[in-house]
C-alpha cells in the first residue's frame, strides 16, 4: 500500500469512528446515523477506486449556506438545544471536508472535526461503549498523525529536490513501523490514565449534560395504587449497583429500603409522613442521621444509581451516614431518605446501616403496650375490614403457637405463604377491592397483595405494622463483587414494631419462579454488566475521596513491604547467629575454619613474591593481557626504589622525560621497556623469547644498579 493511500484511508477511518462515537449514544435518530455513515462509505469506495471527486467552489458555497440556515433552523424549531444543533453542523463539516480533502493541512481540520464529535460524544453519554470508541480513536489518531507527517515530510523532499533524483520512498506497513506506531498510542494512554489518577477532581466536568431520560419507577411517591409495582417486575432496566462491604446477612427483610407507607383507604397506600425535616452536611459530603451503636451490624454499602423520577435514596436499613454530593438531605420520621430534588444524571454515594436484629427480650413479649405515636397511625383500618378481621382471629386461633406477638407475626407470615400463589398475571378485582379481592376471591397475586394483606392482618389482631417498598437484592455479580438491581427486582414488604428493637422487616411473599435464563447468556451479561460497573466507578465516579484513598493503600502497602523485609532480614540474621552459637563452639568446627583460614593465608602468600628485599603483589586482579605486561610494573617497583616514583596523572611516555638523561643508566633501559609496554599493551603483539631475554638482562642489571 502506498503512502498516499495509506493516508487517505487513515483520515477517514479516524472520521468513521468520530462519527460512530455520537451513533452509539443513541442521541440522533436512525435517518442521521444512516445518512451520515452513508456519505463516509461513499468517501472510502472513491479513496480505494482512485475516482476524482470534487464540486465547483460555487456549488460548495450554496450547500454551506444552505446548510448554515438549517443549522439555525434546527436550534430553534427541532432539537432546540446548541448542543445538539452544533453538532449536527460539526458532522455536515466532516462531509464536506471528506470530499475536498486536497492538502495535508484540510486532513489536519479533518482531524479536528473528529476529535470535536468524540467530545460531543462524552456529553451525551457515560456509557461504557465510549470507553472503546476513545481506544479505537485513540490508536487510529496516532496512526493518522504519523501518516501526516510522513506525507508532509514527502512533500517537502519532492519540492526542494532535483528534478533528476528520485522520490524518497517510506516503507509504510512494516512490522516495525506498525508496533512503533501501537506502542506510541499505548504510552499516550499510559500517560492519559496517569493524569487521570493524579490530577485533583473537581466533579463531573464542564462538557458534562445531563441525560433527559429518567427511568420511570413505581412505588415512590407520595400515593402507591394497588399493582403499580408489579407492572414493572417484567422490566430488566438496571435500576443500581451496589457494593457491600461484607455480603448482605441471611436476615428476612434486609433489602434495599426505599419508602414507607402508613395509610390504607382500600385501593391505595398514602404517605402521611411528608418531606421530613433538612439534613445538612457536616463536611466532605457526610450526613449524620443516628447513632453508631452496635458496630457489629455496622454494613457499607456504595451505591451507584441510575437517573431515575424519585429523589429517594436507597441502603438497608437503618441507614445511620450517608455519603454523597448533595447540598442537602430530607429525611422523615419513617426513616425514608432523599435528597431535595430530582437528579437528571447518575449519582454515587455511600450509605452505612445498622442491620436490624430482634432482641430476646421482644422475641418473648405475650403483649405491647404501644404509646399512642405507634397506635394512632400504624392500627387504622379501612372501612368495612370485618372479613380481614375475621380471617385474622381464625389464622390464630388455628396455629398450634399463637402465644407471643413474634408466633403471631409468623402465624399470619406463614398462612400467606401457604395458601396463596406468586403470580404477576393478576385479574383485575371484582369488588375494587383488590386486597378482599386477593384474600377470598384470586388468592394469588404478587409481592404487593401479600405484603398489604400481611400489614391489614396484623392490625387487625392489634400489632402496628406498615408497608415498605424498595427493592430486593438482586443479581450477585461474581465479577465485580457487586448487586445489580433491576426493576424486576422492585418489592414490598412489612416492618413491624417492637419496643426495644424497633421496626423490624418480614417479608410474606414466597420465593418467585427463577428467571429463565441460558447460563452462557447469564454469564455474558454479568461479565459485560461489570465492565459497565467498574467505567462508572472508577472513570465517571472517580472522586477526590478515591485519590486520598488511593494515596492511603500505596503507603499502606509500602509501609508493609518495609516491615516485610525487614522480618526477612532479621529473620536471616537470627537464623544465622542461631546456627553459629550453636557450631562455633564445637572443636571440629573450630578445627575447619583454622584450616579454611591456614589455606587462604597460604594462597595470599603465594601470590606474593619476594622482590628487592620486599613482598610486592603480583598484580592477581589483572587480564591476560596486563600480565603479559607486568615487566614494565616491575620497572616502576625498581624504579621507585631509587626515588623515582611514576604518579598515576603522568603517561608512561611523560614519566620516561622525567627520568634523568645518560650518562645516567636509567633512561636508555626505561625507554627501550617502555617501548616493549608500548607494542604489547597497545598492539597486541606479544614478545618473543628473544625480547623476553632481553626484558630479563634489563630487570637484572637495574636490580644489580640498585644492589650494587
Not at 451479561?525 to 465517571?540: G, P, T
Request: aromatic fraction near 12%; glycine fraction near 6%; include cysteine.
Amino acid at each position: 500500500m502506498t503512502l498516499d493511500r495509506a493516508f487517505q484511508i487513515a483520515s477517514r477511518l479516524l472520521s468513521l469512528i468520530g462519527l460512530l462515537s455520537l451513533i452509539l449514544t443513541h442521541e440522533f435518530s436512525f435517518l442521521f446515523g444512516l445518512t451520515t455513515i452513508a456519505a463516509v462509505t461513499a468517501s472510502f469506495i472513491l479513496v480505494l477506486k482512485g475516482i476524482p471527486f470534487g464540486l465547483s467552489r460555487p456549488a460548495w458555497t450554496v450547500i454551506n449556506l444552505t446548510m448554515l440556515v438549517g443549522f439555525i433552523i434546527d436550534l430553534f424549531f427541532f432539537s432546540q438545544s446548541l448542543l445538539v444543533a452544533s453538532t449536527h453542523f460539526v458532522v455536515f463539516l466532516m462531509i464536506n471536508k471528506l470530499f475536498n480533502l486536497r492538502t495535508p493541512q484540510d486532513h489536519l481540520q479533518l482531524y479536528l472535526i473528529s476529535f470535536l464529535q468524540l467530545l460531543a460524544a462524552s456529553t451525551f453519554t457515560i456509557d461504557i461503549t465510549f470507553l472503546f470508541s476513545f481506544l479505537l480513536y485513540l490508536l487510529t489518531a496516532t496512526w493518522a498523525l504519523l501518516l501526516h507527517h510522513l506525507k508532509t515530510e514527502t512533500l517537502r523532499s519532492s519540492a526542494t529536490a532535483s528534478p533528476q533524483s528520485r522520490p524518497e520512498r517510506f516503507p509504510v506497513l512494516t512490522w516495525p513501523f506498525f508496533l512503533s506506531t501501537n506502542g506510541i498510542a499505548i504510552a499516550a494512554l499510559g500517560c492519559t490514565l496517569l493524569l487521570f489518577i493524579l490530577i485533583p477532581r473537581i466533579g463531573l466536568g464542564f462538557f458534562h449534560r445531563p441525560q433527559s431520560n429518567l427511568i420511570r419507577m413505581s412505588g415512590f411517591s407520595e400515593q402507591v395504587d394497588m399493582g403499580e409495582i408489579g407492572s414493572v417486575k417484567e422490566d430488566s432496566t438496571v435500576v443500581m449497583r451496589i457494593q457491600t462491604s461484607r455480603p448482605l446477612p441471611p436476615v428476612e427483610g434486609v433489602y434495599w429500603r426505599g419508602m414507607v407507607f402508613d395509610s390504607y383507604d382500600g385501593r391505595a397506600w398514602r404517605n402521611s409522613f411528608g418531606s421530613g425535616r433538612l439534613v445538612s452536611s457536616e463536611g466532605m459530603g457526610v450526613f449524620n442521621l443516628g447513632y453508631r451503636r452496635f458496630p457489629e451490624r455496622a454494613l457499607t454499602q456504595e451505591v451507584i444509581l441510575e437517573p431515575l423520577d424519585t429523589a429517594v435514596l436507597f441502603g438497608t436499613p437503618q441507614v445511620i451516614q450517608v455519603t454523597g454530593r448533595f447540598a442537602d438531605l430530607r429525611i422523615n420520621t419513617a426513616g425514608t431518605i432523599a435528597m431535595t430534588m430530582i437528579p437528571a444524571t447518575r449519582i454515587d454515594y455511600i450509605v452505612t446501616s445498622l442491620i436490624p436484629a430482634l432482641t430476646p427480650e421482644d422475641a418473648e413479649l405475650r403483649s405491647i403496650a404501644y404509646p399512642l405515636t405507634i397506635r394512632q397511625p400504624y392500627l387504622e383500618l379501612p372501612e368495612e375490614s370485618d372479613r380481614i378481621r375475621q380471617l385474622a382471629q381464625e389464622i390464630i386461633e388455628a396455629a398450634p403457637s399463637a402465644e407471643t406477638v413474634l408466633q403471631k407475626i409468623a402465624a399470619v407470615k406463614k398462612y400467606l405463604q401457604t395458601h396463596y400463589r406468586y403470580t404477576l398475571d393478576v385479574e383485575p378485582p371484582s369488588s375494587g377491592r383488590p386486597i378482599e379481592d386477593f384474600l377470598f376471591r384470586q388468592k394469588a397475586g404478587f409481592c404487593e397483595h401479600y405484603a398489604t394483606a400481611m400489614t391489614l392482618l396484623l392490625r387487625s389482631i392489634g400489632i402496628p405494622a406498615r408497608l415498605v417498598t424498595g427493592f430486593l437484592p438482586g443479581e450477585w455479580n461474581e465479577f465485580g463483587k457487586y448487586y445489580t438491581v433491576r426493576q424486576s427486582n422492585a418489592h414490598a414488604w412489612v416492618e413491624v414494631w417492637f419496643p426495644e428493637s424497633g421496626w423490624i422487616p418480614f417479608d410474606p411473599t414466597p420465593p418467585a419462579p427463577p428467571e429463565n435464563v441460558a447460563a452462557v447468556l447469564g454469564f455474558l451479561r454479568r461479565s459485560m454488566d461489570s465492565l459497565q460497573w467498574r467505567w462508572n466507578r472508577y472513570v465517571i465516579y472517580y472522586s477526590i475521596r478515591d485519590q486520598i484513598s488511593l494515596a492511603k493503600e500505596m503507603k499502606d502497602d509500602t509501609m508493609k513491604l518495609r516491615l516485610e523485609f525487614v522480618n526477612r532480614v532479621s529473620g536471616a540474621f537470627n537464623t544465622v547467629r542461631t546456627f553459629l552459637s550453636e557450631t562455633i563452639l564445637r572443636p571440629a568446627t573450630v578445627l575447619l575454619i583454622l584450616l579454611a583460614a591456614g589455606v587462604a593465608l597460604f594462597w595470599i602468600i603465594r601470590r606474593l613474591r619476594r622482590s628487592t628485599g620486599r613482598f610486592t603483589f603480583r598484580w592477581p586482579g589483572r587480564t591476560r593481557q596486563a600480565r603479559t605486561v607486568a615487566f614494565y610494573f616491575e620497572m616502576l617497583d625498581l624504579l621507585r626504589l631509587k626515588g623515582l616514583s611514576k604518579p598515576d596523572t603522568l603517561t608512561p611516555q611523560e614519566f620516561l622525560r622525567k627520568i634523568p638523561a645518560p650518562p645516567s643508566p636509567l633512561r636508555p633501559a626505561a625507554a627501550e621497556l617502555t617501548g616493549l609496554y608500548y607494542r604489547v599493551r597497545f598492539a597486541g603483539i606479544p614478545l618473543s623469547d628473544q625480547e623476553q631475554r632481553r626484558v630479563s638482562e634489563i630487570l637484572s642489571g637495574l636490580k644489580a644498579d640498585r644492589n650494587g
